[in-house]
Nanobody, 123 residues
């Protein structure tokens, strides 16, 4: 029903920035929640950020608050994650996720997932 494709990952130096993109296709209702998660080697998948498809107050993990920003291209079907002031501990595969309205957007039980894009931050 919904397909998600991430892009924009790469290798950057500490302190640098990236913008990840999540291109969405299919039927997305106004109540959908869009989110970003990440998973580093040997670690659990970790919540990063989430927002409603149409807007509202975004939610961020404490580890990225003030550095990362989730947004959407209102003229299209792309969700972005801007990563600023990157640290080596931000190195992970970043995944885009989508689901209907959630009271706990930080949970990992999203219905739709992208394939992931690698972000590597060198020291």
């Amino acid at each position: 029903q919904v397909q998600l494709v991430e892009s924009g990952g790469g290798l950057v130096q500490a302190g640098g920035s990236l913008r990840l993109s999540c291109a969405a296709s299919g039927r997305i209702s106004s109540s959908y929640v869009m989110a970003w998660f990440r998973q580093a080697p040997g670690k659990e998948r970790e919540f990063v950020a989430a927002r409603n498809w149409w807007g509202g107050s975004p939610i961020y993990a404490d580890s990225v608050k003030g550095r990362f920003t989730i947004s959407r291209d209102n003229a299209g079907n792309t969700v972005y994650l801007r990563l600023n002031s990157l640290k080596p501990e931000d190195t992970a595969v970043y995944y885009c996720a989508a689901d209907s309205s959630k009271s706990t957007p930080f949970a990992t039980d999203y219905k739709y997932w992208g394939q992931g894009t690698q972000v590597t931050v060198s020291s």
